[in-house]
């Protein structure tokens, strides 16, 4: 398994113009949440031009499919018919796993968590797309597995210490 490196990931998607948003742990962490993560989770757009450039991302990555039998991954038909059919594939790459969501617990997929999403820039002109912290909240309640269940508390301290400091002053 590789070190994860978010920044080359972005890089690539970036550079082959995927529309997509960061969610999951990644995401709660660019919003300043202390929780680790071993993975990039990502929501990206589902129609056929992204799709393509999905796959081109992903083979520049050397993705394979990620299963607990096969650590090193599985190679797969990586092109838009592939991903057309997917809800979800777990992959991993030479820059770390990446988990690809179609439609996260909880929401509609890409077009209603791009609506609150928040463009970040990150250095060497580098950025992403996060969902908004509600909406990583609102996904994490939905799957309600025992790891989003054991990051809810955080993530909410989290979103309630940022609209503190959004408040204006009285």
Known sequence: ???LQPREVFRVLGAHGVKYVVIGNLGGTLYGSPLVTNDIDVCPSKDDQN???LAGALLQMDARIRTPDAPDGIPFACDATFLRQMQMVNLTTRF???DVSFQPSGTRGYDDLRLRAV???LQDGISTSIASLEDIIRSKEAANREKDRLALPTLR???QKIRERERPPR
Do not use: E, P, Q, Y
Request: hydrophobic share 75%.
């Open 96 to 98: 770390g796993d990446v």
């Open 119 to 121: 463009r970040i820039d």
């Open 1 to 3: 398994m590789a070190v």
């Open 157 to 159: 301290l989290l979103l």
């Open 51 to 53: 799709l393509a450039a």
